[in-house]
């Protein structure tokens, strides 16, 4: 069973520095038809202005993948890590028993484009810990390259959660397959462009929930960077 879940659904804070979309409840939007899909909770693509960005504050017990579109997205945290973020980073912070963070644009001139990703975790009270890893952009043209998983295979990032984020970018006529184990489901996420996935068109914002399929097949109608959660 396929369910789309369209750009122009979402829920959409603007709070002028930030622009930001919700694909499942978030902050002061609340849709109880669309809570998160088993254990990924927040998909929520922001736009921060120059200069712009989250002050300091705490999370616990939750798993928060950053991933960056455009720009760059500065990175400060109480474990004592600092970074800066481009296109083809991605990063993991487990919360746990507790961290805080800030996250800031790094240009003054412009913005940066990233999705805040958050999966909730499968043990709660570790310690809190993080990693970034570059991805090269050309390494995930026609194939699903995998960024996070819960035993860090294959050059990926661990988790606490029986879940993997793959990425790949198509281009107009690029197919690829990826199977589903018995009882698993998968969430896309399209980041920009067009594809299809088992023949729904899709475009840059949308979703799909993916249930009861064996073979997701993924098309490029044009070019197009997609996101695939592989859940329990």
């Not at 829920?11 to 038809?33: C, E, I, K, R, V």
């Not at 295979?153 to 197919?175: K, V």
């Amino acid at each position: 069973m396929l369910t789309v879940r369209k750009a122009d659904d979402r829920g959409h804070a603007n709070h002028g520095w930030l622009d930001s979309y919700h694909t499942f409840s978030f902050g002061n939007y609340y849709d109880s038809q669309h809570m998160g899909v088993s254990n990924l909770r927040v998909i929520n693509d922001d736009t921060v202005s120059p200069g712009g960005g989250f002050a300091t504050h705490g999370h616990t017990d939750m798993e928060i993948v950053s991933y960056v579109l455009d720009g760059a997205l500065e990175h400060k945290d109480s474990m004592g890590n600092g970074s800066v973020m481009r296109p083809g980073d991605v990063q993991r912070m487990s919360a746990g028993t507790g961290v805080r963070h800030s996250e800031y644009n790094h240009s003054s001139e412009e913005a940066v484009h990233f999705l805040q990703i958050w999966l909730e975790p499968n043990q709660m009270g570790v310690e809190p810990s993080y990693d970034q890893q570059h991805f090269p952009l050309a390494d995930r043209r026609g194939k699903l390259v995998l960024f996070v998983s819960p035993d860090g295979r294959d050059g990926s990032i661990a988790t606490y959660q029986d879940a993997y984020m793959y990425g790949t970018i198509l281009e107009a006529g690029d197919t690829l397959t990826h199977q589903l184990e018995q009882g698993r489901q998968a969430y896309v996420h399209v980041a920009r462009g067009k594809a299809k996935i088992n023949g729904q068109p899709l475009t840059a914002g949308d979703g799909l929930s993916i249930n009861d399929e064996q073979q997701l097949d993924f098309a490029g109608v044009e070019s197009a960077e997609i996101l695939l959660f592989d859940l329990n």
